[in-house]
């Protein structure tokens, strides 16, 4: 019995953040952080693992110097990538990180077969669909972590402006995780209570173009992109897999004729429990949204088609 383990390949501050948020909520017995810069995974792994005494479990964390030591994980978390330089194309920054996805999924394929994986890798829902390509798993191994934090933003967006509800606001975001990403507050919640009694239609577009501009405005900030928000989601979604909480949650998978579109990946509601994608939840959306939808759809098949073309599936 090796207990509940899981696998983050890319121990930059995402992944290391992650593991950390792991460690911290006791959700699993043990991490294993794999990243090409082997000293930077090894010491990341030994400041979290010194952090273990004053966690729930004792989580043992390790880093490995081999793919091949992301062995016999129920769960893979794949953060790795390059960000686009200013020399870089469109089409250069996708065949490389679609090029990384192609050799960690062997690795995954090889050594931990039975997994689920977490894509948190951009962009986000191009790379979930070249994973489940090139793995050709079912669809509900292959999940996009892009909801879970968009969400947040959105929440954190909704709390600043009616100044209560932190931990009870519930935010629904759609369509593509980037810039034609849809938050939808006509269904968003803060104790229940849906959130247009709460605030103006003034409030709800502010709301929107803060969420849409929350990546950015922490880049602004930081001169680097986040690392908390992300790093808590993916745990968030990791605690679901392995406890089969089966919490309804956003996130970037294949659809099969979900909201009229196939063989794409893209954020819609789903179930997420042990089995990965349990249920995709279909809702009813007027006009203005279905187009909106669309427009993200599109996006995301264009930045496909790039790797189509380019030969990147054979």
């Given at each position: ?60 964390v390790e880093a490995v110097e ?98 209560y509800g932190s931990g009870q ?146």
């Amino acid at each position: 019995m090796v207990g509940r383990r899981v696998g983050i390949i890319g121990a930059g501050m995402v992944g290391a953040t992650a593991a950390y948020s792991l460690v911290m909520t006791g959700t699993c017995h043990r991490v294993i952080l794999y990243d090409i810069a082997a000293d930077v995974a090894k010491g990341k792994a030994m400041d979290i693992g010194q952090s273990t005494c004053y966690s729930p479990k004792g989580t043992v964390v390790e880093a490995v110097e081999d793919i091949s030591g992301i062995k016999d994980c129920d769960i893979v978390v794949i953060t790795a990538g390059v960000p686009r330089r200013s020399d870089m194309t469109r089409a250069d920054l996708l065949m490389i990180n679609a090029g990384i996805m192609k050799d960690i999924v062997e690795g995954i394929e090889k050594n931990s077969p039975n997994a689920i994986i977490l894509c948190v890798s951009n962009p986000l829902d191009v790379m979930t669909y070249v994973i489940q390509k090139l793995t050709g798993w079912e669809r509900s191994r292959v999940i996009g972590m892009a909801g879970a934090l968009d969400g947040a933003r959105m929440a954190y967006q909704i709390q600043q402006k009616v100044g209560y509800g932190s931990g009870q606001t519930r935010a629904m975001i759609l369509g593509e995780h980037g810039q034609h990403m849809i938050p939808y507050p006509e269904i968003s919640t803060v104790g229940g209570v849906p959130l247009g009694q709460l605030v103006s239609k003034e409030d709800m577009k502010h709301i929107i173009a803060r969420t849409k501009e929350g990546g950015a405005e922490i880049v602004k900030h930081l001169g680097t992109s986040a690392y908390y928000a992300p790093g808590r989601s993916v745990s968030v979604m990791v605690e679901a897999i392995l406890d089969d909480s089966r919490i309804v949650m956003p996130s970037s998978v294949i659809l099969d004729g979900e909201y009229g579109h196939s063989d794409v990946a893209v954020g819609v509601p789903i179930v997420l429990g042990a089995r990965g994608v349990h249920e995709i939840i279909e809702l009813e959306l007027d006009k203005s949204m279905k187009e909106k939808f669309d427009v993200s759809v599109k996006a995301i098949r264009e930045n496909i088609e790039v790797l189509q073309l380019k030969g990147f599936f054979g």
